[in-house]
């Protein structure tokens, strides 16, 4: 087999995505929107999330084992879903105050904290701790008066006049942007969320490594969870809102 029929061979594979649950699953619709043409296969360990208050060696060893049972299926790019804007709210920054909507471990993480220490002269960055928050997507709890109580008990005591953006640093968070706008209100205040980005940047390197199809091919995407719960794929397909799927 010539190199041009090996590059072409390894274009037809599809791309793999996973995540502790079904927050990644944010990313993957950005991704499957900017790559229609691409076969996706995401899988979710919600056996064994959530990831966030778990040792980080019990945390790698999982992420391994998952990263392990793609490759062995046989993929052409990883995205690992887990993500923070924080960066991209200071870039737009106006001088006002930026809350940054975390899990825990995410704000006790060394790469946030590098990050709170690089822009603090810039802006004003209150991080929000949001235990629980996750699991109101894992149950598919998407709006209602619990969880604008939750809004309320973790942002009313940071809001303040000149709050001019939120970040959504988990990739569960902008499934609950909808719930989240209606608790504001009225206020000016801009939802960020790193999920296109984090699409785009997967795009980019596949383009470099020539690793894009190329053909008419329309891409399917294929849900796996740890779970083997069938009430979690069909959660997964409802969160991904995409018209057809395998």
Do not use: W
């Not at 900017?34 to 060696?57: C, N, R, T, W």
């Not at 924080?86 to 790469?111: D, F, N, W, Y």
């Not at 005591?157 to 902008?174: A, K, Q, W």
Request: aromatic letters at 6%; one cysteine or more.
């Amino acid at each position: 087999m010539s190199e041009t029929d090996k590059l072409q061979e390894k274009q037809k594979l599809p791309i793999g995505f996973m995540d502790s649950g079904l927050g990644g699953l944010s990313v993957l619709r950005e991704a499957v929107k900017l790559m229609p043409k691409e076969d996706f296969i995401y899988y979710g360990d919600s056996l064994h999330a959530p990831y966030g208050v778990k040792p980080q060696a019990e945390i790698r060893e999982l992420t391994f084992a998952v990263v392990k049972k793609l490759l062995d299926m046989g993929i052409k790019g990883l995205a690992v879903a887990c993500n923070t804007a924080t960066s991209a709210a200071v870039t737009e920054s106006h001088g006002g105050r930026i809350l940054v909507m975390a899990t825990p471990m995410t704000l006790k993480q060394e790469k946030f904290q590098n990050l709170l220490a690089k822009y603090r002269e810039q802006a004003d960055i209150v991080p929000v701790q949001c235990d629980g928050l996750m699991e109101f997507v894992e149950h598919g709890d998407l709006d209602g008066q619990e969880l604008d109580d939750y809004f309320a008990e973790k942002l009313s005591p940071v809001l303040t006049d000149d709050t001019e953006s939120i970040v959504l640093g988990c990739t569960h968070y902008p499934f609950l942007k909808k719930e989240l706008r209606h608790f504001l209100g009225d206020r000016d205040i801009h939802l960020i969320d790193g999920s296109l980005g984090t699409s785009r940047e997967l795009m980019r390197r596949l383009k470099v490594q020539g690793l894009l199809r190329t053909d008419d091919h329309k891409g399917k995407v294929r849900i796996m969870n740890s779970s083997g719960r069938q009430e979690l794929i069909d959660l997964s397909l409802k969160l991904l809102n995409l018209p057809d799927y395998e």
